[in-house]
């Protein structure tokens, strides 16, 4: 599962990166979570950010935990599914990050935090699908998923599943709406291990309040419990 990701980039950066225009002011986020409304790039608009609620909306996602949101689906079956095959094939999207968290189980209480990120530590793109409904009240949302996959070496250590990385040179292709679905599928590999690195974070990451760059600094192992301050 993927829960908890971050885009530490500006409004400048992002667009430049990925070559589309982003109408509203965009902070740098260091910990989103799942029912957050954040920056994707759509297969209807690819040439403009749109903001989508990630998994579902805070109104329907209140008091709910994670294990009950949906904010994944498994790229192994996403084709197959009758909830996501007509997402897959008609709405897709990039999901822009710059690092994603997973936390490493030690003992029955304690898990340590860590982060993941390209070795450059340049941003890349989530392979994602996105929905749109109408409200009770009549109003139109949009909500994303990010599909994951088997893990790399690097992520394995942590975690069993990742989220899937879209190949920069494969992004225009995802967001194409006449890509067959064979070469779709083709996209859905394991991100190579020797192309990422990971170190350990914060346990501040643990809370969706704390959003600062603190957050993403290397955190030795032994200080996952001691005095570390998110400033220092």
Avoid at 14 to 29: G, I, K, N, Y
Avoid at 109 to 130: S, V
Avoid at 193 to 215: F, Q
Wanted: charged share 25%; proline share 6%; net charge neutral.
């Amino acid at each position: 599962m993927c829960g908890r990701y971050s885009l530490s980039k500006s409004k400048i950066e992002l667009e430049e990166r990925f070559q589309a225009d982003m109408v509203v002011d965009f902070t740098p986020r260091y910990n989103i979570a799942p029912t957050q409304l954040v920056p994707v790039i759509t297969s209807d608009s690819p040439r403009g950010f749109s903001f989508f609620y990630w998994g579902i909306t805070p109104d329907f996602g209140q008091n709910k935990p994670v294990s009950q949101k949906l904010i994944n689906a498994r790229a192994e079956s996403v084709n197959e599914k009758i909830s996501f095959r007509n997402s897959f094939q008609k709405r897709r999207c990039l999901v822009p990050a710059d690092g994603f968290f997973e936390w490493k189980r030690l003992g029955k209480k304690t898990k340590i935090p860590y982060r993941f990120t390209l070795r450059d530590e340049d941003m890349f793109a989530f392979a994602g699908i996105w929905e749109e409904y109408e409200t009770v009240s009549g109003e139109s949302q949009h909500t994303f998923l990010i599909l994951t996959t088997t893990p790399n070496e690097v992520v394995s250590e942590v975690h069993d599943r990742m989220p899937v990385i879209i190949s920069r040179d494969q992004e225009k292709k995802w967001l194409d709406k006449y890509t067959s679905e064979a070469d779709l599928l083709k996209m859905l590999n394991t991100y190579p291990g020797e192309l990422m690195m990971s170190y350990t974070v914060s346990p501040l990451v643990n809370s969706v309040h704390n959003d600062v760059p603190g957050i993403i600094r290397k955190t030795s192992p032994m200080d996952q419990f001691g005095n570390y301050t998110l400033f220092g």
